[in-house]
């Protein structure tokens, strides 16, 4: 069973957006123990921060890139296989006759690399929203139309 990957343009919005919440959670600390410089905290605590700082900045890098290997889809005649996670795996299956609607959503960074989130939204279930983020804008579009054409040959109703 082989997987389809998404889009590699998605890593950098990705990193961006990891690397914006780095510098918050980098910089609470290191701004606390700029205030303490002062007092005289000695090199533990700079070499605390500085670490910390690593730490941090090294994991907004290589989550996107891991997220992006481990993150894959199928779409198939009942619906979309979904597999994701780095350390805890998922493999989500969405029947089609379960998808009530659908919608392809692109914030500021993904529209400038040109993908989008296809988020399908279910009945019967207590996951009612799954996404699948990561598309190729055109392949978002297209998928979701898929997954909503009904091609059972009859009237539709999936009761």
């Known amino acids: 069973m082989s997987l389809e990957s998404v889009s590699p343009a998605t890593v950098p919005v990705w990193r961006l ?4 919440t780095a510098v918050v959670l980098a910089g609470a600390p290191v701004g606390a123990a700029l205030t303490l410089l002062p007092l005289d905290p000695g090199p533990l605590l700079a070499l605390a921060c500085l670490g910390w700082t690593l730490l941090v900045f ?6 996107p890139g891991a ?3 481990h993150l894959g889809y199928r779409l198939d005649p009942h619906g979309l296989v979904i597999r994701q996670g780095i350390f ?9 006759v379960r998808i009530q609607h659908s919608d392809v959503s692109q914030g500021p960074l993904q529209r400038r690399y040109g993908v989008g989130t296809l988020k399908l939204y279910t009945a019967g279930s207590r996951f009612t929203c799954n996404e699948l983020p990561g598309l190729d ?3 978002a579009l ?7 054409r009904q091609d059972d040959g009859g009237d539709g109703d999936a009761v």
């Open 58 to 63: 090294g994991l907004a890098w290589w989550l």
């Open 142 to 148: 297209t998928l979701r139309d898929t997954l909503l």
């Open 137 to 139: 804008h055109d392949t």
């Open 67 to 69: 997220w992006f290997r």
């Open 88 to 96: 805890w795996r998922h493999r989500i299956a969405i029947p089609r």
């Open 17 to 20: 957006r990891a690397l914006g």
